[in-house]
C-alpha cells in the first residue's frame, strides 16, 4: 500500500486543507467500523502510540491508537493554523508539522518565493524529510495553494521545487485555486503568472480551481432547490455546498463547497479502496500527460447531491456522466465539450459495473473532439467504496484545451500592470527578485498558450491513420 503526503501553504490552502482532513477522517469512519488501522487509513494517517508522550511509535496494525495527517501545514501567517490548532482536528496535526511566521507575505509573489522561501528552506526540508520516513512507500505530494496571494502562489512554488529537487522520484499533484478576474487583491495576476512558470516546469501534474466556477456551481443549486427542481430524490443536508455533519462551523466559502466535492479523496479512492477496475495515481500521470508542460487537467464531480435512492436507475446512472462533461460541472470555467481533448479520465465509486462504463463512454464519444493520435484516450477506474452519504460519484479529469482561455484571461490581466510598471517595486526590492523574473514568467506563459493553440488548429481536421511498417517478403 502506498502513501501521500499533503502540503497545505497559504491560507487558502490550509482552509481548503482542513475540509480535506475532515471529510477524509469521515469517509474511513462510514467504512471501518471496528476502529482498526488499515492499509486504507495508511493511505493519509500515521497510527502513532502518544501514551508515552507525543513522540511516541508507529503501531502498523491493530487498534487506532492516535491518527495522525501525513501533512505540513506552512503559513507565513498565524490565523488559520491556529484556528486549526483549536479546532476538532487540533489531535490530527502536531507541533512538529507546523510551519508559521507573523507577518504574512503582503500579497508578494517575491517575499513568499524569494524570502520566505531562504528563511525556512531548511525548516521546510527537514519536516518534509521526517514526515516522508514514516512512509513505507510514498507514493505522492498532494500541494494545496492559491496562486492570488503571495505564500500560496509564491512559497507553495517553492515548496514545489524543493520536492523535485529532494523526492525527484515522487509525484507531484498541485491543487491551484485561481483567482477570478474581480479578485480583491490587485497584484494577483503577478503572484499568479510568476507561480505559472514554476508550475509549468516541476509539477506532474496541476488540477486548477477557480473560485468564480465555484461560486456559478453553487448559485446554480441554490437556484434549483428554490425552484423545487431536485423535488424529494436529494436527502436532506446533502448537497456539496452543506457542511452538515462536518466539524467546520461558520459562513461556508466557495472552496468548502470545492472540498466538498471530495476531489483528492476520489482520485486516490483506487489506491485506499478495493475496486474491479483499480487506477494509480502513476497511472493518471502516465495516461494523461502526453506532453511535459502540458500537465492542466480540468476536474469537474458529479453527482452534486445524494440521491435518496440508493439503487441507481441507468438512466439517472448515464446522467451523471452526461454532467461530468458539462461546463455546468466544471471546477474551472470552461467547456470541454466543444474544445479538444488530449486524454480522459472517470474515476467512478460505488455500485458501478464496468459495463456500465463501458457503455457511457460509447455513447459519449461522438460528441467529444479527442486528438486524431489519441482517439481511444480514455482511462478508467472503478472503485466500490462509495463517498459518504453518496451511493455513487464520478470524478472526470480532463486534459483540454479548454484551459487555455484561463490562462489568456491570466495573461492579459497581468499585461494591464505590466505595461504601466504598477506595482513592481513592491516585488524588486526583494533581493533575488529581478525583471527578468517577470519576463519570462509572461514568456513561458505565452508558450504554454501557444501549445494549446497548436493542438487546437488540429481540431476537427481530417483523421488518418498512420501509415503502417512496410516489412519486405
Same mark, same amino acid.
Not at 17 to 43: M, P, Q, T
Not at 303 to 320: E, F, G, H, K
Not at 363 to 389: I, Y
Not at 429 to 448: T, Y
Given at each position: 500500500?502506498?502513501?501521500?503526503?499533503?502540503?497545505?501553504?497559504?491560507?487558502?490552502?490550509?482552509?481548503?486543507?482542513?475540509?480535506?482532513?475532515?471529510?477524509?477522517?469521515?469517509?474511513?469512519?462510514?467504512?471501518?467500523?471496528?476502529?482498526?488501522?488499515?492499509?486504507?487509513?495508511?493511505?493519509?494517517?500515521?497510527?502513532?502510540?502518544?501514551?508515552?508522550?507525543?513522540?511516541?511509535?508507529?503501531?502498523?496494525?491493530?487498534?487506532?491508537?492516535?491518527?495522525?495527517?501525513?501533512?505540513?501545514?506552512?503559513?507565513?501567517?498565524?490565523?488559520?493554523?491556529?484556528?486549526?490548532?483549536?479546532?476538532?482536528?487540533?489531535?490530527?496535526?502536531?507541533?512538529?508539522?507546523?510551519?508559521?511566521?507573523?507577518?504574512?507575505?503582503?500579497?508578494?509573489?517575491?517575499?513568499?518565493?524569494?524570502?520566505?522561501?531562504?528563511?525556512?528552506?531548511?525548516?521546510?526540508?527537514?519536516?518534509?524529510?521526517?514526515?516522508?520516513?514514516?512512509?513505507?512507500?510514498?507514493?505522492?505530494?498532494?500541494?494545496?495553494?492559491?496562486?492570488?496571494?503571495?505564500?500560496?502562489?509564491?512559497?507553495?512554488?517553492?515548496?514545489?521545487?524543493?520536492?523535485?529537487?529532494?523526492? *525527484?522520484?515522487?509525484?507531484?499533484?498541485?491543487?491551484?485555486?485561481?483567482?477570478?478576474?474581480?479578485?480583491?487583491? =490587485?497584484?494577483? *495576476?503577478?503572484?499568479?503568472?510568476?507561480?505559472?512558470?514554476?508550475?509549468?516546469?516541476?509539477?506532474?501534474?496541476?488540477?486548477? =480551481?477557480?473560485?468564480?466556477?465555484?461560486?456559478?456551481?453553487?448559485?446554480?443549486?441554490?437556484?434549483?432547490?428554490?425552484?423545487?427542481?431536485?423535488?424529494?430524490?436529494?436527502?436532506?443536508?446533502?448537497?456539496?455546498?452543506?457542511?452538515?455533519?462536518?466539524?467546520?462551523?461558520? *459562513?461556508?466559502? *466557495?472552496?468548502?463547497?470545492?472540498?466538498?466535492?471530495?476531489?483528492?479523496?476520489?482520485?486516490?479512492?483506487?489506491?485506499?479502496?478495493?475496486?474491479?477496475?483499480?487506477?494509480?495515481?502513476?497511472?493518471?500521470?502516465?495516461?494523461?500527460?502526453?506532453?511535459?508542460?502540458?500537465?492542466?487537467?480540468?476536474?469537474?464531480?458529479?453527482?452534486?447531491?445524494?440521491?435518496?435512492?440508493?439503487?441507481?436507475?441507468?438512466?439517472?446512472?448515464?446522467?451523471?456522466?452526461?454532467?461530468?462533461?458539462?461546463?455546468?460541472?466544471?471546477?474551472?470555467?470552461?467547456?470541454?465539450?466543444?474544445?479538444?481533448?488530449?486524454?480522459?479520465?472517470?474515476?467512478?465509486?460505488?455500485?458501478?459495473?464496468?459495463?456500465?462504463?463501458?457503455?457511457?463512454?460509447?455513447?459519449?464519444?461522438?460528441?467529444?473532439?479527442?486528438?486524431?493520435?489519441?482517439?481511444?484516450?480514455?482511462?478508467?477506474?472503478?472503485?466500490?467504496?462509495?463517498?459518504?452519504?453518496?451511493?455513487?460519484?464520478?470524478?472526470?479529469?480532463?486534459?483540454?484545451?479548454?484551459?487555455?482561455?484561463?490562462?489568456?484571461?491570466?495573461?492579459?490581466?497581468?499585461?494591464?500592470?505590466?505595461?504601466?510598471?504598477?506595482?513592481?517595486?513592491?516585488?524588486?526590492?526583494?533581493?533575488?527578485?529581478?525583471?527578468?523574473?517577470?519576463?519570462?514568467?509572461?514568456?513561458?506563459?505565452?508558450?504554454?498558450?501557444?501549445?494549446?493553440?497548436?493542438?487546437?488548429?488540429?481540431?476537427?481536421?481530417?483523421?488518418?491513420?498512420?501509415?503502417?511498417?512496410?516489412?519486405?517478403?
Amino acid at each position: 500500500m502506498t502513501q501521500s503526503v499533503v502540503v497545505q501553504v497559504g491560507q487558502c490552502g490550509n482552509q481548503v486543507g482542513c475540509r480535506f482532513w475532515d471529510l477524509a477522517l469521515r469517509e474511513h469512519a462510514a467504512v471501518n467500523k471496528k476502529g482498526i488501522y488499515d492499509e486504507a487509513l495508511s493511505s493519509f494517517f500515521r497510527n502513532v502510540d502518544t501514551r508515552s508522550g507525543s513522540d511516541g511509535p508507529d503501531i502498523s496494525k491493530g487498534k487506532i491508537c492516535s491518527l495522525k495527517a501525513r501533512a505540513l501545514l506552512i503559513d507565513m501567517e498565524e490565523g488559520v493554523v491556529n484556528e486549526i490548532l483549536q479546532g476538532p482536528l487540533r489531535d490530527v496535526f502536531d507541533s512538529k508539522q507546523l510551519i508559521t511566521d507573523v507577518s504574512g507575505s503582503g500579497n508578494n509573489w517575491a517575499v513568499g518565493h524569494k524570502l520566505y522561501g531562504c528563511q525556512y528552506q531548511e525548516s521546510i526540508m527537514e519536516k518534509l524529510r521526517k514526515t516522508a520516513e514514516h512512509c513505507d512507500c510514498l507514493q505522492c505530494f498532494f500541494i494545496i495553494h492559491s496562486m492570488g496571494g503571495g505564500t500560496g502562489s509564491g512559497l507553495g512554488t517553492f515548496v514545489l521545487n524543493l520536492l523535485e529537487d529532494e523526492f *525527484p522520484e515522487v509525484y507531484r499533484f498541485v491543487t491551484s485555486v485561481y483567482p477570478s478576474g474581480e479578485d480583491d487583491v =490587485i497584484t494577483s *495576476p503577478y503572484n499568479s503568472v510568476l507561480a505559472m512558470k514554476e508550475l509549468n516546469e516541476h509539477a506532474d501534474c496541476v488540477l486548477p =480551481i477557480e473560485n468564480e466556477s465555484l461560486f456559478d456551481i453553487v448559485n446554480k443549486i441554490h437556484q434549483m432547490i428554490n425552484s423545487g427542481k431536485l423535488g424529494s430524490t436529494v436527502k436532506q443536508n446533502s448537497l456539496v455546498t452543506s457542511s452538515a455533519g462536518s466539524a467546520k462551523t461558520g *459562513p461556508e466559502k *466557495p472552496f468548502d463547497a470545492m472540498n466538498n466535492k471530495k476531489k483528492m479523496l476520489n482520485l486516490t479512492s483506487s489506491a485506499r479502496f478495493e475496486g474491479s477496475l483499480n487506477m494509480d495515481l502513476n497511472e493518471i500521470s502516465m495516461n494523461l500527460v502526453p506532453f511535459p508542460r502540458l500537465h492542466y487537467l480540468v476536474s469537474s464531480l458529479t453527482p452534486l447531491y445524494t440521491l435518496a435512492d440508493v439503487n441507481v436507475p441507468s438512466r439517472r446512472l448515464d446522467q451523471m456522466f452526461s454532467d461530468a462533461f458539462s461546463r455546468d460541472h466544471q471546477l474551472i470555467q470552461a467547456d470541454p465539450k466543444h474544445s479538444l481533448y488530449l486524454a480522459c479520465a472517470l474515476l467512478v465509486r460505488g455500485n458501478v459495473q464496468v459495463s456500465d462504463l463501458r457503455r457511457n463512454i460509447e455513447r459519449l464519444k461522438p460528441s467529444l473532439h479527442f486528438v486524431s493520435w489519441n482517439q481511444e484516450g480514455w482511462k478508467t477506474g472503478l472503485c466500490s467504496v462509495p463517498p459518504v452519504g453518496h451511493s455513487h460519484s464520478l470524478l472526470a479529469l480532463a486534459n483540454n484545451t479548454c484551459v487555455k482561455p484561463t490562462f489568456i484571461g491570466l495573461k492579459d490581466r497581468f499585461m494591464k500592470l505590466y505595461k504601466k510598471k504598477a506595482h513592481l517595486h513592491h516585488y524588486l526590492h526583494i533581493d533575488g527578485m529581478e525583471q527578468s523574473c517577470f519576463s519570462e514568467a509572461v514568456s513561458s506563459l505565452s508558450d504554454l498558450i501557444e501549445e494549446y493553440s497548436e493542438l487546437d488548429a488540429t481540431k476537427g481536421g481530417p483523421q488518418t491513420d498512420p501509415s503502417r511498417l512496410k516489412i519486405a517478403v
